[in-house]
């Protein structure tokens, strides 16, 4: 078992829909949770931060972490054309001198 | 304004020839990081640096190597022992080691094979 899981996609949405992204894990330790929104060949940029269990809302999106079950999620409320882009979950522990772990990232589509 | 650059966008490499990545960043961070990204692969930790002068193998080490001799400057050269470099190669970096820290990533150098 890989040690994040992330479904590829892609992902179709129409412009106005609320898009549900997700990531499971394996490893307990992880502490720390982020969300990097990537459009096409560029570099991720940070979207969500998220500290152990719990939601945490910014705009249009709320990322919601479920320790217990392994389990973390992005929404992105009232879609737009401009989220469309490969969203990646990333984690860590806090183990000194680990890096992060990122999942293979799920594409997202939205249509005007 | 403060960021991570990374040069060339597009980069060529013809068989046997080793190539060098240049990532340079004004953020004042200590740790340093270069990930490859195939599609549908994610990204793939090759090489990380916590100190000037100092640095670890990721995953994906062989066929490339790093040096951090300027705490700026993380270039990455792709040798001609790495067999399939074509993908899409990010540089990031972050204000420290600690594992909480945030991390920020460059544009990114697309390296194709000729």
């Known amino acids: 078992q890989k040690e994040v899981e992330q479904d590829p996609g892609p992902l179709s949405v129409p412009e106005g829909a609320i898009v549900s992204l997700n990531c499971t894990y394996s490893?307990?330790?992880?502490?720390?949770f982020m969300w990097y929104r990537q459009y096409s060949r560029k570099g991720p940029e940070l979207l969500m931060y998220?500290?152990?269990?719990g939601n945490k809302e910014d705009g249009r999106f709320t990322a919601q972490v479920d320790k217990s079950s392994k389990y973390i999620s992005l929404f992105i409320r009232d879609s737009q054309p401009s989220d469309s882009a490969t969203y990646l979950c990333?984690?860590?522990?806090?183990?000194?001198?680990?890096?992060?772990?990122f999942g293979k990232g799920t594409t997202l589509s939205v249509s005007s | 304004d403060g960021g991570i650059t990374q040069s060339p966008k597009y980069l060529f490499r013809k068989e046997g020839q080793n190539v060098t990545l240049s990532c340079e960043q004004n953020?004042?961070?200590?740790?340093m990081y270069w990930y490859r990204q195939d599609p549908g692969q994610g990204l793939r930790l090759i090489y990380y640096?916590?100190?000037?002068?100092?640095?670890q193998k990721g995953d994906i080490a062989e066929g490339y190597s790093v040096s951090r001799e300027k705490k700026e400057s993380f270039p990455l050269t792709v040798t001609s022992a790495q067999k399939n470099p074509t993908a899409f190669y990010l540089c990031?970096?972050?204000?420290?080691?600690?594992?909480?820290?945030?991390?920020?990533f460059g544009s990114g150098t697309q390296l194709s094979v000729l």
């Open positions: 990333a984690m860590s522990s806090n183990q000194a001198g680990t890096a992060l772990i």
């Open positions: 998220t500290y152990s269990s």
């Open positions: 953020l004042n961070h200590d740790a």
């Open positions: 490893n307990s330790a992880f502490q720390y």
């Open positions: 640096s916590q100190i000037v002068n100092d640095f």
């Open positions: 990031a970096s972050r204000p420290g080691h600690a594992t909480n820290e945030k991390l920020f």
